[in-house]
């Protein structure tokens, strides 16, 4: 099986647009440092998929499993005080008000359907409830020629790095990706991708990334980029018909985050996109539009995801720097409140730390059987 597997493609409901509210970037460096979480033995060189997801969720483990357990623990039998307090329990996991209600409604069929009176089935039903929830449209569509990722999000979310990368993966399988440098507001943000571009294709990283080389291309992920301040729209365009040019695969946008509103995010989106499809209109590409979201917001992101839909049909979300936070919890809410699939996920910050979005993994992890 390939790293990112395929299925059907769905298709994103359009969005009502709204105009009223400002798409604003995180507090930048008001954010604390989460501690890498510390594990019971300090992590072999490479750790497999399934075990360093497993790292970077134990604090999220600790908050959900943890809470959840508490109250199964506490009672014997199944009545309202129980229902009420594993409400809260995984309210305070991130779940968010809306979905931890949903939870808890879904629990109370299932208990009434088989009976149980006792709470040792609880863990068993969560872990079936979340993983039904979690799961439908979680692979990432490579089927066009080219397919087209365009990253957005706001700025500090993890696009850029996230881009770099996914461009290593689909390398590894054997894809030609051709990234577009269209988060041209600053100088710095075009190096930075261009950067992760020379690591993607395993050629060592200059202090000061230096744009597209002609090894990059023989080596399978190169760069497009035009200058600081350029038109992002200017910068796909030109990347989509490179891509077809040279019969590339994948084509990656990186996004600016700087947007003052949701008026003008939607007219550089829809600029990009427009700039895409005049390039590549007849060929049969597809374009995918991934939010990237930082785990360690919470709640934030779920509001953040809630915003950018309503500027632009969104696909997937990527759920970055899962490492580390214990509000992991909140994949869930995105995905039943907002109904946007969870596609990957960041579990660090480096070149192999990006995953595949697998329900089942992420909720084994988080609701084992045996209390973590
Ligand atoms: N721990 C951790 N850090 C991440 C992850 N993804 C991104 N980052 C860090 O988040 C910061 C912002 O990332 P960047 O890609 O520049 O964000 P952008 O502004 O959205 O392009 C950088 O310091 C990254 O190293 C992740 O999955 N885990
Ligand atoms: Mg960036």
New binding site residues.
């Given amino acids: 099986m390939g790293f990112f597997k395929r299925k059907p493609k769905e298709k994103t409901e359009e969005v009502a647009i709204t105009e009223a509210a400002e798409i604003t970037a995180p507090e930048e460096a008001a954010q604390p440092q989460e501690e890498i979480p510390e594990t019971e033995a300090p992590p072999p060189k490479k750790l497999g998929l399934f075990a360093k997801l497993k790292a970077g969720l134990q604090k999220t483990r600790d908050s959900l499993a943890g809470g959840v357990n508490r109250v199964v623990n506490s009672f014997t039998k199944i009545d309202e005080d129980f229902f009420e307090q594993l409400e809260e329990a995984l309210i305070l996991a991130d779940l968010g008000a809306a979905t931890a209600d949903e939870v808890c409604e879904q629990l109370r069929v299932k208990i009434k359907r088989t009976g149980a009176t006792e709470t040792s089935v609880i863990t068993g039903m969560l872990r079936e409830i979340i993983a039904e929830m979690l799961t439908g449209g979680n692979d990432l569509d490579l089927s066009g020629s080219p397919a087209v990722i365009m990253v957005i999000?706001?700025?500090?979310?993890?696009?850029?790095?996230?881009i770099g990368k996914l461009a290593a993966n689909l390398k590894a399988e054997g894809k030609k990706v051709i990234v577009a440098a269209a988060?041209t507001f600053r100088a710095a943000?075009i190096e930075?991708l261009a950067e992760w571009v020379a690591r993607a294709n395993g050629f060592a990283v200059p202090a000061q990334g230096d744009g597209s080389r002609p090894e990059f291309q023989a080596a399978g992920v190169d760069i497009v980029r035009h200058a600081e301040g350029a038109d992002p729209a200017a910068v796909a365009y030109d990347a989509c018909n490179a891509a077809r040019a040279r019969g590339a695969d994948v084509v990656i946008i990186?996004t600016a985050?700087r947007l003052h509103n949701k008026r003008h995010l939607m007219e550089e989106l829809k600029k990009i996109a427009r700039s895409v499809d005049k390039v590549l209109g007849e060929d049969t590409h597809t374009l995918e539009t991934l939010l990237?979201l930082?785990a360690t917001t919470g709640q934030n992101a779920v509001n953040q995801a809630r915003l950018f839909s309503e500027a632009t049909p969104i696909s997937g979300i990527v759920l970055?720097?899962?490492?580390?936070t214990a509000k992991g919890g909140i994949i869930v809410s995105i995905k039943n409140e907002l109904n946007i699939p969870v596609k990957l996920v960041?579990?660090?910050?480096k070149i192999d730390?990006?995953q595949a979005f697998v329900p089942e993994d992420y909720v084994n992890i988080l609701f084992p059987d045996e209390p973590a």
């Fill in positions: 999000g706001v700025n500090g979310a993890g696009k850029t790095t996230t988060d943000a930075q990186d985050g990237v930082d970055t720097k899962l490492d580390g960041g579990v660090g910050e730390d990006l």
